[in-house]
């Protein structure tokens, strides 16, 4: 088992890396989301009428969650949110790739890759740090109040 | 396990991230439309919507006949390889540094032929769209992998 101290700066690198992997993203594609659009809707999941919307909104679903994990007290609201988010994105692009789809993955504005193995390393890597930052620490009880309460460093 | 007061959190975060969203596209100039792109705002391209893409014999002819402007949406690397006599470079990932040149296209604007990468030329279409070009001039080339250079007529200098 990880020691209390050392999950408690594994949990900041992770949550460091995490939330400004998804604070710059989602910056890129608020800065551009006609651009977004575009990519959303060339993966041909959503129904042209939902396309904007998913536009709007994502990215700063992204933005918000990259935040949140910084800020230890909404961590874990943060990284759910996030694993939601990477679940998504895995399964856009595995359904892209899955259907020999040549389109720009979206992920990062104009600076977006074609939707490769390297889009689905990416997300399959935020996922599982957020599903890291979900797991409670060592230190942290299931039950509140139960023995060990005064050890809990994570929030 | 999760707990609810995390769950209540997300959803919390969810909420307002989603207002901010409304309210920073509700204060842009160029803002989506939510729900299809009616009413002046701007509809959203892209995908099937491009047009559809040009052979290469297409591609000959209108070279020929002249009076369009082909640009390619590759890196300047890639460009200096081969392209088609007189395109521009436009390279979709630096398309903010060459505004200029985009600025340019607008007075002769009647037929814009962008080729390269689907994923380059689709984001590049996108962004000519914000310009105020519109989707009846501009069309769509993607070259096979060694067309350009392998193609004699297309290599730098050469005429076809």
Known sequence: MIPADRW????????????????????????????????????????????????????????AAGVAVWIPKWRRAGALVL??????????VISALIRGLDISCGCFGAHSHRAGLSTLAIDIASLAAAACLLIPSPAR??????????GNTLS | MLMSDDLK?????????????????????DRLAWFGGSGGEQAVPGGSELTAPRSEDQVLRAWRRGGAVFV????????????????????????????????????????????????????????????????????????????LKKHGRFQKGRKP
């Open chain 1, 8 to 63: 408690k700066y594994f949990s900041w690198v992770l949550a460091g890396f995490l939330g400004g992997l998804f604070i710059y993203s989602g910056l890129l594609k608020i800065m551009d989301p006609a651009a977004f659009a575009g990519a959303v809707k060339n993966y041909r999941l959503l129904p042209a009428v939902f396309v904007s919307a998913a536009a709007i909104i994502l990215p700063w679903w992204e933005l």
């Open chain 1, 83 to 92: 694993a939601g988010l990477a679940c998504v994105f895995l399964i856009a």
């Open chain 1, 141 to 150: 009880p299931e039950t509140r109040g139960g023995p060990g309460t005064e």
């Open chain 2, 9 to 29: 959190k997300a959803l919390l975060l969810l909420l307002v991230a989603s207002g901010a969203a409304a309210l920073a596209n509700g204060l842009r100039p």
């Open chain 2, 72 to 147: 390619d949406v590759r890196s300047q690397e890639e460009y200096q390889q081969g392209h088609i006599p007189g395109a521009l470079n436009i390279p979709a990932e630096r398309k903010s540094l060459h505004l200029d040149s985009i600025v340019s296209l607008l007075p002769v604007a009647d037929r814009v032929i962008l080729y390269g990468p689907r994923p380059e030329v689709a984001n590049l279409y996108v962004y000519l769209l914000k310009f105020g070009f519109s989707s009846r001039h501009l069309e769509t080339f993607y070259p096979g992998r060694d067309f």
